[in-house]
């Protein structure tokens, strides 16, 4: 069946005459018809075990079949027939967003980017080629081999739907972010055609990408820059009880605006955790300096001049183990949601939302399963610089004079029957936090789409330039807006 202009002018007039809803059913049954061994139903081992595959249990819907493709050319076929057929349709690579009905859906097919395991090092070009079905760890074992690294996300278990929003990494600070490290991107788009989009090919696609998230196809492919380090870096993750409490915000603004300025070869990522069961708080600080040293650096010393628990600071070359160390603890099956702000670093303000937030944490810890996780991370003026640089994104960050701070704000209940109640009530923390900030002047608008709730505006948070360049890509890789209409996630807005 093809039925393009039909659904364009559907789609022109959907606002008067709603369509007949599309049965769902139907559409995984005409993808099993091409691909009988890919598609997998409820009960199938295929379809439990990507079940598994959610970091946050409310982001485990019913969708009626996954569609596990091998290459390419079956995600096109597979994107094709949807669009051709009205299905509503979601795609997964590691499922660690938090944003319900992202990367799920109820009824539907659900395309499972997990066979795309390819990661191809090219030491001499500089690239890595990464399938969006890795984890993290699995590229760093891939290019530490070669001693260089790519800026990924920080935490061994999470996927590259990290590269489609922002990308927060050991790397920042020298490179900037993760998807201003992306060279180039394979996209299938709405009408099954494959693209690779750089900065030569398709630049304004693959400068949509960078932010745009899921708006204009799937990708199949990452084609992403590496950098060498030596042979021993300094890496590792320490751990603080409440004696460093005192200390914490001090510690992390200084490292906003100083060692994240000027001693680029640090990564921190500052981050505080109020544990329900023990009624404390505690941190499970990472590390990362990509120099060799002979001792601890200036701008890591301050960190171990504190008091600390447990502190596995070490000469290494690998960094895949890194990533699972921080990653420990971070399993998949509790309800979680995550909000974030931006704000820019102000030394008092950090400390009033800390104990903002602990006040707040300590509200619900009665419920089972109960964990507040607050970051505080940087993005500095050079790296939004390098980003320009590298072609630029749609993030809206350009102009900043000074660092701002992603603010991230989680919480998690091991019951899902608890996470209505305290989503809402962590809602209307981040909300009234907003509130405070914009009061401050210390607002910035940014709302980063890694750690943003399913009804955080970010793609309107990019400016109304961004928004209607994204509009302008979207009309012309995808006319009939099969991605707006047919595939949940953060759409761009009318
Ligand atoms: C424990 C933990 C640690 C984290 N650490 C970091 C960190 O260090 N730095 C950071 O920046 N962020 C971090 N994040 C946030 C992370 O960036 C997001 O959760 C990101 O979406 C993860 O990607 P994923 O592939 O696992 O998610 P998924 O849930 O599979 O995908 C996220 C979204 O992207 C879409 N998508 C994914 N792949 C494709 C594709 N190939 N084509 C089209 N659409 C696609 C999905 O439809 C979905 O809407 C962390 C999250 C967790 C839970
Ligand atoms: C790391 O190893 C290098 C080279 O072997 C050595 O000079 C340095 O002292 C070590 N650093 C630490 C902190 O142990
Ligand atoms: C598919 O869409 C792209 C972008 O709109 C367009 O350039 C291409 O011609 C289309 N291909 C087919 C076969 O319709």
């Not at 493709?69 to 795609?91: I, M």
């Not at 009408?191 to 196809?217: E, I, W």
């Not at 089972?368 to 994104?393: Q, R, S, W």
């Not at 948070?461 to 047919?486: E, H, I, M």
Request: glycine letters at 8%; a neutral charge.
């Amino acid at each position: 069946m093809r039925l393009p202009l039909i659904v364009a002018v559907a789609a022109a007039i959907a606002h008067a005459r709603p369509r007949p809803p599309p049965s769902q059913t139907n559409c995984c049954a005409l993808l099993e018809d091409i691909y009988p061994d890919k598609v997998s139903y409820p009960g199938d081992a295929t379809y439990v075990q990507e079940t598994q595959n959610y970091w946050s249990s409310t982001c485990v819907l019913s969708p009626t079949c996954f569609f596990t493709p091998d290459v390419t050319a079956e995600v096109a076929t597979a994107v094709k027939l949807f669009t051709e057929n009205n299905c509503k349709f979601s795609v997964r690579a590691g499922g660690h967003h938090s944003s319900v009905g992202a990367a799920s859906n109820e009824g539907g097919p659900v395309i499972a980017l997990t066979n795309f395991k390819q990661k191809d090092v090219d030491p001499v070009n500089n690239i890595v080629s990464v399938g969006p079905g890795n984890r993290f760890h699995e590229v760093y074992t891939a290019t530490d081999a070669y001693n260089k690294v790519a800026v990924l996300g920080r935490y061994a278990q999470v996927g590259t739907g990290l590269l489609l929003g922002a990308g927060l990494s050991y790397l920042n600070n020298p490179e900037g972010l993760s998807v201003d490290n992306v060279v180039a991107h394979e996209v299938v788009l709405a009408n099954g055609t494959v693209v690779v989009a750089s900065r030569d090919n398709y630049p304004d696609l693959h400068k949509a990408l960078k932010g745009g998230g899921d708006n204009f196809g799937v990708v199949t492919r990452y084609d992403l820059k590496i950098f060498d380090y030596p042979e021993n870096v300094l890496g590792g993750l320490v751990t603080y009880g409440e004696e460093a409490m005192p200390f914490y915000d001090d510690l992390t603004y200084n490292y906003h605006v100083d060692a994240a300025v000027n001693d680029k070869s640090t990564h921190i990522l500052p981050q505080w955790g109020y544990n329900g069961a023990t009624r404390q708080r505690e941190s499970f600080t990472p590390f990362i300096y990509l120099k060799d040293q002979p001792q601890l650096p200036p701008s890591l010393q301050p960190w171990v001049d504190v008091p600390w628990v447990h502190n596995t600071i070490r000469n290494t070359s690998a960094l895949a183990p890194l990533s699972f160390e921080n990653h420990d603890g971070y399993v998949n099956g509790d309800a979680q949601q995550q909000r974030t702000i931006t704000v820019y670093a102000d030394r008092a303000f950090f400390k009033e939302i800390s104990r903002l937030y602990y006040e707040f944490a300590q509200r619900w810890a009665h419920i089972d399963g109960f964990y507040a996780l607050h970051c505080k991370m940087p993005i500095t003026p050079f790296m939004v610089e390098k980003g320009i640089e590298n072609g630029g994104n749609v993030l809206g960050l350009e102009g900043i004079r000074r660092p701002v701070s992603i603010l991230y704000f989680g919480v998690q209940a091991a019951n899902i029957e608890d996470a209505p109640e305290l989503f809402k009530a962590q809602e209307r923390f981040v909300e009234n936090l907003r509130d405070l900030a914009r009061r401050r002047g210390l607002l910035h608008k940014y709302i980063m789409w890694n750690y943003a709730a399913y009804n955080q505006k970010v793609i309107d948070s990019y400016g109304p330039g961004n928004v209607a360049f994204l509009k302008r890509v979207s009309r012309k890789y995808d006319p009939t807006g099969a991605f707006q209409r047919l595939v949940g996630g953060q759409k761009i807005p009318n």
